[in-house]
């Protein structure tokens, strides 16, 4: 078991020297956001929330139409920001949000010194929870937005406007939160 542990701590070790630690976190969220979505029944069209969020990904500030999503407005806005707007797009714009906070995982633990192998368990144990299969089932609701504000909340509780800062939008994504 030691050697497999050494193995892949040698093979992170050896990604994040080619590609930095942010580029090998990007790299193996996308490995396990894919082996997640393989495992798992997906299905790829809105519904639910997901219709209305992608809606208001459209025109966030449209008035005119009646949506009962409107002030969990801070996804939608950024999907339409970001030129990730309507049905098609804001669920990608999603997913891609999931596979951010899943490398946020990833970055947390090697700065706090963790190997590789655990890093990697670590983002693992996120990948293959209900928080991703949730997304892939249900696409395009706003809470992996959610997921990764809170994991920027616990990178920086010790700062206080930041603090504010993150929690101001996180209310603006689920007033729940």
């Known amino acids: 078991m030691k050697k497999l542990a050494t193995k892949i701590n040698n093979f992170c070790y050896g990604v994040e020297k080619r590609l930095g630690i942010y580029g090998a976190a990007f790299l193996f969220s996308l490995l396990l956001m894919a082996v997640a979505c393989i495992s798992t029944t997906s299905r790829w069209e809105v519904h639910f929330h997901g219709t209305a969020f992608s809606q ?66 670590m983002a693992s144990l996120m990948a293959f929870s209900s928080m991703a299969n949730y997304i892939f089932y249900f696409p395009a609701y706003s809470d992996p937005t959610s997921y990764l504000l809170i994991l920027l909340c616990m990178s920086f509780y010790t700062q206080r406007t ?6 101001t939008l996180l209310l603006f994504n689920h007033e729940g939160n």
């Open 56 to 121: 208001l990904s459209i025109n966030p500030f449209d008035l005119s139409q009646e949506n009962a999503l409107r002030f969990r407005i801070l996804s939608p806005l950024l999907g339409y920001l970001f030129f990730m707007h309507g049905p098609e797009m804001y669920l990608y714009f999603i997913l891609f949000v999931m596979t951010i906070f899943i490398a946020g995982i990833y970055v947390r633990y090697r700065k706090k010194q963790y190997s590789g192998t655990e890093s990697v368990g």
């Open 162 to 167: 930041t603090m504010t800062l993150l929690l």
